[in-house]
């Protein structure tokens, strides 16, 4: 860690040399290992090391961006001439502020498991075998795939206000499909994990759940086109929440006026029931770290507080714009951060306030509604707009959970469906970045074939 800080160091002095007005250096040294498991039989292994230094330098608020593989400093003192090229070349931007002064990084537990550098690719197929195995327990199921995918990297980020500092980060990742059939009915469950801890329990649950819910699901039935309450998984939660909040409160979008929460700052947008957190300091999230890509402190902030929109999220060129400050949420690009993009902004770990209802309770007081477990599609942040496939969904019947849905489809403007919680679950999980309970909306518009 000391080598890496000392190479981006000095690149920052070597660049200032140079002609710019300020700049920061990532030097990252990462190692990722995964497994893939197609149609039931190996697909493909890898293990692939990847140190690097990423430079941005700025002249007048315009910056340019140049990076190369490996820590050779004749090659980085080349990107570092490109980088400050292209901020010569650039147009002026008034905009922009300055890059986050020096501070000090939080104490953030949780970044990094060293059981996992210490595993080989052996190691992360028989996990990927076992996934499957798990997924693929019962006669019904025919097909399965299933993927593993380990990292570990140590970063060194410096910066021309004399930040500089390095974080060691490790991750878990897993996904299961199953699929199974019976007669002419055929459905597939799917289910995931992520973290930064070696959790091998998360295996068994992963594959369970999957190969569970593609059972579950082949008693079929089609829902007639009407409004329904929808109780949403955990699953479905991360997923739609996670793009509708975290790329929502994106400043740049908002500045751009290309967010539907544009102009909405201190207004409700949903019930008194919402309220949503962004948590860099969580314990083994994979969204955690103790300083964002741009050196800013990991600090917990509100985004939404009993429904009201307490704050837009920042890096240092959107902050700039506006006159204020970072919120600290400069991302370098996922739970292992890569040194071959800029910083872009993103939520850390979204949270989401629990509530007091158990799952049984959301469905049994629900007499005639959905289950949505999971889909797959975006909302249009522009408009707000959400319409979606109901890819594994269930019809509720008299508070009793109903066979799966076939083909479909649930509409909601993302106000409305923040504004229609009326019940939140107490347990919760780490999904899509989002740590999520089940909750209910009172009203959907479901797009059914029956």
């Known amino acids: 860690m000391a080598e890496l800080e000392n190479l981006a160091e000095t690149t920052v002095r070597q660049v200032m040399k140079l002609g710019a007005s300020a700049c920061d250096v990532l030097v990252a040294d990462s190692r990722f290992t995964s497994a893939e498991i197609e149609k039931g039989s190996m697909k493909q292994s890898s293990q692939i ?22 820590h050779d400093r004749k090659v980085v003192r080349k990107i570092a001439e490109l980088a400050v090229s292209q901020a010569n070349a650039g147009t002026p931007d008034d905009d922009f502020k300055g890059l986050p002064e020096k501070m000090r990084p939080a104490k953030v537990t949780g970044l990094f498991d060293r059981m ?19 997924a693929g327990d019962d006669k019904r199921i025919t097909s399965v795939n299933a993927g593993v995918t380990i990292g570990d990297g140590v970063f060194a980020l410096a910066n021309s206000n004399g930040f500089v500092s390095s974080q060691r980060m490790t991750s878990f990742e897993l996904s299961a499909e199953a699929v199974a059939r019976a007669g002419s009915e055929m459905f597939s469950g799917v ?24 059972i579950m699901g082949l008693k079929g039935t089609k829902l007639k086109t009407g409004d329904y309450p929808v109780v949403m998984d955990p699953l479905a939660v991360g997923f739609v929440f996670g793009m509708a909040i975290g790329g929502g409160v994106n400043a740049e979008s908002v500045q751009r006026k290309r967010s539907y929460l544009t102009g909405q700052l201190g207004k409700k947008i949903g019930s008194e029931k919402l309220t949503v957190h962004d948590d860099p300091t969580l314990d083994w999230a994979t969204g955690s770290y103790s300083f964002d890509g741009e050196g800013v402190r990991a600090v917990k902030k509100t985004i939404i507080e009993q429904g009201e929109l307490d704050t837009y999220l920042y890096d240092c060129l959107a902050a700039g ?43 049994s007081e629900t007499r005639n509604g959905v289950y949505l477990r999971l889909t797959y599609d975006y909302p249009n942040l522009a408009t707000g707009e959400f319409s979606g496939l ?10 009793e959970l109903g066979p799966s849905v076939r083909q479909a489809t649930m509409g909601v403007h993302l106000v409305d469906l923040f ?28 797009g059914g074939s029956g």
């Open 390 to 399: 109901m890819m594994e969904s269930y019809k509720i019947e008299r508070g």
């Open 49 to 70: 090391r990847d140190p690097g230094v990423g430079v941005r330098a700025f002249k007048n608020g315009c910056s340019g961006f140049s990076f190369c593989t490996g």
């Open 116 to 134: 996992i550098p210490q595993l080989e690719a052996d190691d992360v197929v028989e996990m990927a075998i076992s996934l499957s195995d798990y």
């Open 191 to 214: 289910d995931a994990g992520a973290t930064r801890k070696l959790t091998t329990k998360l295996i068994e649950k992963a594959g369970m759940n999957a190969r569970d819910h593609a």
């Open 321 to 363: 714009k506006d006159s204020r400050s970072s919120t600290g949420n400069a991302s370098r690009g996922g739970s292992i951060w890569s040194f071959r993009r800029v910083p872009s902004i993103s939520a850390s770990n979204l949270v989401l306030r629990r509530g007091d209802a158990s799952m049984d309770e959301l469905i």
């Open 419 to 446: 504004s229609r919680i009326d019940m939140v679950g107490r347990e919760v999980r780490d999904v899509f970045g989002v740590r999520a309970p089940a909750l209910r909306i009172s009203k959907a518009r479901i």
